[in-house]
């Protein structure tokens, strides 16, 4: 069973702060991996997408690939309460390549 | 460029009932996901349509559940009978590629 584990939080962090959500994978031959939010009541909304070991900036976001170490991480830079919302860490690995989904962080930034 | 449309936005119905969720895509996308979403988790997938073709229904409850894609515009799922634990954000997304499904505001279904 391919899986993606997050720790479901809440993490709370002060405006400014740097969060950092992490997310393992169980499938080594993974070879794209997802950050979404959700806020709320709403849909997952795509942030980020990363293929390459190493770190992929955009923005206050900078995800991070550790395929050794089957590891993704996401950071948010100086942290505001609009980023308060849950983190869902996704890869390609289903039997027809399909996202399969962590159950998601649950970020709260405290003005 | 107009989002995922999903109707209905809520659904409360009894136990045993059936019920039917809509979904227009993207205009031009060919590939549509239907995913359940239960609070506290993520995303599940229940099927996956690449134009009007089923690509992957392995997840789907096919004694209960069923989805058709007509034309390979629109995009149907149904369930029959309904069951409590399918009490769940039932969420349609449409892509061009592989780096972006873009998803629909979901369908919050109560079953009672």
């Known amino acids: 069973q391919k899986e993606v584990e997050q720790n479901s939080g809440p993490l709370s962090v002060p405006e400014g702060a740097i969060a950092s959500l992490n997310c393992t994978y169980s499938d080594r031959g993974s070879q794209s991996f997802f950050w979404y939010r959700q806020y709320s009541g709403k849909s997952p909304e795509l942030i980020m997408f990363?293929?390459?070991?190493g770190d992929k900036e955009d923005g206050r976001f900078t995800a991070q690939l550790n395929k050794a170490s089957q590891y993704v991480s996401l950071l948010i830079r100086d942290s505001q309460p609009s980023d308060s919302a849950t983190y869902l860490c996704?890869?390609?690995?289903?039997?027809?390549?399909?996202?399969?989904f962590g159950k998601g962080t649950k970020l709260s930034v405290k003005p | 460029e107009a989002g995922v449309a999903q109707s209905p936005r809520y659904k409360i119905i009894e136990k045993r009932q059936s019920v039917a969720f809509w979904c227009n895509p993207i205009s031009g996308h060919a590939t549509l996901y239907w995913y359940q979403q239960i609070l506290g988790q993520g995303p599940k997938l229940l099927i996956q349509?690449?134009?009007?073709?089923?690509?992957?229904d392995s997840q789907l409850p096919k004694d209960r559940f069923s989805a058709e894609r007509l034309k390979g515009v629109d995009s149907t799922l149904k369930i029959q009978p309904a069951k409590l634990e399918d009490s769940a954000v039932y969420l349609c997304?449409?892509?061009?590629?592989?780096?972006?499904?873009?998803f629909g505001p979901g369908t919050r279904l109560t079953v009672l």
């Open positions: 349509f690449q134009n009007n073709g089923v690509v992957d």
């Open positions: 996704a890869f390609y690995g289903g039997s027809q390549g399909n996202l399969i």
């Open positions: 997304a449409s892509s061009a590629t592989l780096n972006e499904q873009f």
């Open positions: 990363i293929y390459s070991n």
